[in-house]
Structure formats: C-alpha cells, structure tokens
C-alpha cells in the first residue's frame, strides 16, 4: 500500500524526497518496497509517496514525528485504499460487522411459556361484508387463524 506525505514546498523540506528518509519514514508502518516515479524524480513535489508492505490485523497512526524531540514536527500520512479486514473470518475486503459467517439465523431457542406463538394453521372463511354505499353485499376472503 502506497503511503503519502504531503509535504510544503521542497525548498523548506527537501529531505523528505530523499530515499533514505523515505524508507525511514516508512519503516515505521512496515517494510517499505519502494517509492513511486515521481517521488523519486521529483516530478510531483506537493506529494512524496512510498509502497510499504502491511499487516492489515493492527493500527496505524495518521501522522509520524520527524525531526529531534524539540526541533521537529507533525507529518501527516495518508493511506491510499487501505483495505477492509474481517478479524472473524480473517479476510479482506469486509469488516466484521458485514461478515457473512456471523451474520447467520441463530438457532431457535426453546419457549420457556411466555412468548406469544403464532398459530400454525390457517383455514380460508367466506364472508359475505357489506362493503358497499348501496347496501349490496360483497364476497370477501379473509383468513381464520386457528
């Protein structure tokens, strides 16, 4: 997954396109792989970008601290696509909550008497219901719960 650092203007943070701080930068969220052309080339100087390899079961901070402890400063990383990972089933490409294999009808339990139980048998009745303005009778279906 590529990593971005956008970066102000190269001529106050030109170290940030260097490779070395790149792989630096980017070890701290994994291995890095490689950075991408226009980083390297410096066609792009808005953005520096590195493809670093994951593990997709932790966190990651969105920032990094560059710099010593008193002369440094915030450096946000954004994430490009980082992907779903379902900790259920360990897959990618949904989260848990949307994992099919939890989201199954449970069992039913057995009625311990105070539940309402719906009857299971239905019988069809004819009616004959004044439904009309004019007083003539209408055939109307409904069912009889037994």
């Known amino acids: 997954m590529f990593l971005q650092m956008h970066v102000l203007p190269t001529h106050i943070r030109p170290y940030l396109f260097s490779p070395c701080i790149l792989n630096g930068l980017g070890s701290l ?10 980083t390297t080339c410096g066609s792009r100087p808005s953005i520096a970008r590195v493809l670093v390899e994951l593990d997709v079961t932790k966190y990651y901070l969105d920032w990094v601290w560059v710099g010593h ?13 980082f992907p779903s990972y379902c900790s259920h089933c360990k897959s990618l490409g949904h989260l848990k909550l949307e994992c099919c294999s939890l989201n199954t009808i449970p069992p039913s339990k057995p009625l311990t008497g105070n539940e309402f ?16 303005p004019l007083n003539e009778a209408v055939d109307v279906g409904f069912r009889k719960l037994c």
């Open 29 to 38: 969220f994994g291995r890095p792989l490689k950075t991408d052309h226009a």
């Open 69 to 81: 402890e008193n002369l440094g400063y915030v450096q946000a990383v954004i994430m490009e696509e």
């Open 117 to 132: 139980v719906l009857p299971t048998t239905v019988e069809l009745v004819n009616e004959k219901v004044d439904l009309d």
